[in-house]
């Protein structure tokens, strides 16, 4: 219990700005909802607000018929029962999964990291090498961004930073080659994680897209079961954009999972459940913060507690 009051805690401080957005703040719907009587035009009220939150139409549209269902019904008749319904509800959204990384059971582990320019995606990999260093795992970096000039400069300073070796290739080079180098570098030096950068690229942008099929093919035949994982950075305050680049790159790359970024900033946190509900793709971890510990895996009960928080 006291480990997760603790993470209820830093997701809290974390989430301060989400939470001044959904539910604290004047367009809030603690302030819409305490210490009123239920009626027809407060559900419509909480509906559009729901939706602004970016909740999405689909659970929005699941949560307010129960509301009015049970409102017509009488088994709720104020806004301090449906709070603590949305509260109910919204944890039951995330059925008991594995929401862990999966690791190989022989040989290196590679993850492959993908996402839009702007994401943070450079950034969540630096949080994900805290993570897995932290459990005392050796960490390799492939740097497969070869189209964007700073891309790899940034990557180096992160390695330096956090003391993993990065292998990269040409500007403008082949980034599946550098993929084949990476795997094999990882393969003959004993780490136990390589993570693959890859290029920001649009879901719009077919050639780009291709070329991440082809880096995951090549990962596949150089490491067996690899890539282990998929995982996409997506950004909070993308709204319903993030949906439809999960459900693109999901086509592309079969994503495992999801690194969700940027919840520190004006970002609504109802993204979250929007994503859960649209593609099923699990939440692994969530970014609240620029540094490299500023990160936390994913955990629904203590998200929504630290969401609807006072």
């Not at 027809?40 to 909480?46: C, M, P, S, V």
């Not at 008991?96 to 320019?117: H, Y």
Request: aromatic residues 4%; neutral net charge; charged residues 25%.
């Amino acid at each position: 219990m006291a480990f997760f009051k603790s993470l209820v805690d830093k997701l809290k401080q974390g989430l301060e700005k989400t939470r001044q957005t959904l539910v604290t703040g004047v367009q809030g719907l603690r302030n819409l909802l305490l210490g009123r009587r239920l009626d027809e035009q407060l559900i419509a009220d909480l509906e559009r607000r729901l939706i602004e939150a970016d909740v999405g139409v689909k659970t929005t549209a699941k949560l307010i018929d129960q509301i009015r269902a049970d409102f017509r019904a009488g088994t709720i008749s104020t806004g301090d029962e449906v709070m603590e319904y949305l509260k109910r509800e919204l944890k039951a959204l995330w059925p008991a999964e594995d929401r862990e990384l999966r690791l190989a059971s022989q040989g290196p582990t590679v993850i492959l990291m993908t996402g839009v320019n702007g994401v943070g995606k450079t950034t969540s990999i630096a949080k994900l090498c805290r993570v897995l260093t932290g459990q005392g795992k050796t960490v390799m970096l492939g740097a497969c961004d070869t189209f964007r000039a700073g891309a790899v400069a940034q990557l180096e300073i992160w390695s330096k930073r956090l003391g993993v070796e990065v292998v990269k290739g040409q500007q403008g080079g082949d980034p599946a080659a550098v993929a084949f180098d990476a795997c094999a570098a990882a393969k003959s030096r004993g780490v136990d994680v390589l993570i693959i950068d890859t290029a920001g690229r649009l879901q719009t942008q077919d050639p780009l897209m291709r070329q991440l099929t082809k880096i995951r093919s090549v990962v596949a035949k150089q490491i067996p079961d690899a890539p282990h994982e998929t995982l996409l950075v997506l950004d909070a305050t993308a709204g319903q954009n993030a949906l439809r680049q999960a459900e693109e790159f999901n086509k592309a790359a079969g994503v495992t999972g999801i690194f969700l970024t940027k919840l520190d900033g004006t970002a609504k946190g109802g993204i979250v459940i929007a994503v859960r509900e649209t593609t099923s793709i699990p939440v692994k971890f969530i970014g609240i913060g620029e540094t490299p510990d500023d990160v936390q895996p994913f955990d629904p009960e203590a998200f929504v507690d630290a969401m609807f928080a006072e």
